[in-house]
T-cell receptor, first 109, second 117 residues
């Protein structure tokens, strides 16, 4: 079956760096997305990776290794507003999005 | 960028009534829209995939007669929760698929919080 794994919850300190990992097993691969979702709100797009390597966008970076079925989202200079759930999602061979359960990130002062 | 609106943003209704939720792509045409449901502290659960001009494809365990989906135009899809019950209370989110930067991306509406009394 199709499966995406990411940690349920992580805690980090304001100003620090945190890495959220995501591993996937899907029928085909057409790209991996990271979304941010604040409580009570809809997800918002953070990043997209389809080729191996690191994509940097400001304080956020996303890495992909297709051979390992692995991605991570790196958040630098953490701010309190970064407290949210981070969802990993993979597009399979049918271009359907397969969602991870999300990682709740708690930022402490 | 691509914007998706959803209406209403929240609704409270009595058990047994029906509720319609609209999802609109404001600045692009979406041949495919998705309806999700999210219970508190849980991840998104795909309910159905809506293709313009054809019947929606429902995920396993989702009752198509209870959750009526209509995708009559390239910019509008509606979800009607028929004979709503308290267990249908949830956060309903729609998304629309568009091709941006050469890849398929889903743009989400702001969600509709449904409370059934």
């Amino acid at each position: 079956g199709q499966n995406i794994d990411q940690p349920t919850e992580m805690t980090a300190t304001e100003g620090a760096i945190v890495q959220i990992n995501c591993t996937y097993q899907t029928s085909g691969f057409n790209g991996l997305f990271w979304y941010q979702q604040h409580a009570g709100e809809a997800p918002t797009f953070l990043s997209y990776n389809v080729l191996d390597g690191l994509e940097e966008k400001g304080r956020f970076s996303s890495f992909l290794s297709r051979s390992k079925g692995y991605s991570y989202l790196l958040l630098k200079e953490l701010q309190m507003k970064d407290s949210a759930s981070y969802l990993c999602a993979v597009t399979d061979s049918n271009y359907q999005l397969i969602w991870g359960a999300g990682t709740k990130l708690i930022i402490k002062p | 960028g691509a914007v998706v609106s959803q209406h209403p943003s929240w609704v409270i209704c009595k058990s047994g009534t029906s509720v319609k939720i609209e999802c609109r792509s404001l600045d692009f045409q979406a041949t495919t829209m998705f309806w999700y449901r999210q219970f508190p502290k849980q991840s998104l659960m795909l309910m159905a995939t809506s293709n313009e001009g054809s019947k929606a494809t429902y995920e396993q365990g989702v009752e198509k007669d209870k959750f009526l989906i209509n995708h009559a135009s390239l910019t509008l899809s509606t979800l009607t929760v028929t004979s709503a019950h308290p267990e249908d209370s949830s956060f309903y989110i729609c998304s629309a698929r568009a091709v941006t930067g050469g890849h398929n991306e889903q743009f989400f509406g702001p969600g509709t919080r449904l409370t059934v009394l």
